[in-house]
């Protein structure tokens, strides 16, 4: 167990998770639109279980948990936090849905104060109000305008923050790849069950990225397979980074820091797709950095 909080590391940590899968996820708009979500997920799974099968003996990674109840719990929540999130893509605009997942700094702020007990500063408080604020300026004038469909984000970030707290308070003697290995399990689970059930039940299916949720089982081509696999590769390596962060330091210190990956996939949009952002969004993303800093400031 990592005692004390160590703010710069967790930070870095988090800063190269961010970079890592604000590339991945750019390429989630390839892979919609020839496989399912469901699919997906199973996919991407077996193929960082193949990867973990060659680096554990490799580089000596422990794979075998210290706490199984406790890595199954974590992986289960964090894993349906996910579905969550990619399952409101399918009806509602991706703002919106960023803007439900991205309060799970705020829930956990809560879920530390109220269920643990643990003293929240005011810095904190002001860090995250403040990363908050460059979440709206990003998402723009749509994110006000959040119907009763929000609330499936929304409990994609109160699932979300739960996996935070989870990592330290019921996995403190876990290694980051042992906790980066049951998350891709739990996702391949409920990958093989949506496809399952897609199967037994066959609905009409949109054409192309619209039929992402609703999609079963199909031939993906080899493209698509390989922004799959990038996929795995990248998230492998991003999510132990993220573990790593939230074993490094408290929760509710590190949770702000996680604002860093809409900036940074924005970054990658213009890089790839040429979608420049616009002043109001490299507004929010100053924002977003001064919250980062005030957090490590404070933590030092």
Do not use: K
């Amino acid at each position: 167990m990592i005692r004390g909080n160590h703010t710069v590391q967790a930070a870095a940590a988090i800063c190269g998770y961010a970079v890592l899968i604000g590339f991945t996820d750019n390429y989630v708009r390839v892979i919609a639109s020839e496989i399912g979500l469901w699919q997906f997920h199973l996919m991407r799974s077996l193929m960082v279980a193949g990867l973990l099968v060659i680096a554990a003996p490799l580089l000596g990674l422990r794979l075998r948990p210290v706490n199984l109840r406790g890595v199954v719990a974590r992986s289960a929540v964090h894993g349906s936090a996910m579905l969550c999130y990619f399952a409101a893509l399918g009806f509602l605009p991706v703002p919106q849905v960023a803007a439900g997942l991205f309060t799970a700094p705020i829930f956990v702020l809560l879920i530390s104060r109220f269920a643990y007990g643990e003293r929240i500063g005011p810095f904190r408080i002001l860090a995250v109000a403040v990363g908050f604020a460059g979440i709206l300026l990003i998402l723009g004038p749509e994110s006000a305008r959040l119907g009763p469909a929000a609330i499936v984000p929304v409990i994609a970030g109160a699932l979300y923050a739960m996996g935070n707290i989870a990592t330290r308070r019921w996995c403190p003697g876990e290694g980051a790849v042992t906790l980066t290995a049951g998350f891709f399990a739990a996702l391949g689970i409920f990958g093989a069950i949506g496809l399952a059930l897609t199967s037994a039940l066959p609905l009409e299916v949109p054409p192309g990225a619209a039929g992402f949720l609703l999609r079963g089982a199909t031939w993906a081509s080899l493209p698509v397979t390989f922004w799959v696999f990038v996929q795995a590769a990248g998230s492998l390596v991003g999510v132990g980074l993220m573990v790593r962060g939230y074993q490094l330091a408290e929760p509710s210190r590190v949770a702000v820091f996680e604002y860093v990956v809409l900036p940074a996939a924005a970054l990658w949009g213009w890089t790839l797709w040429g979608e420049m952002p616009v002043a109001r969004e490299w507004l929010g993303m100053a924002l977003i950095w001064v919250a980062g800093m005030l957090i490590v400031m404070r933590g030092r």
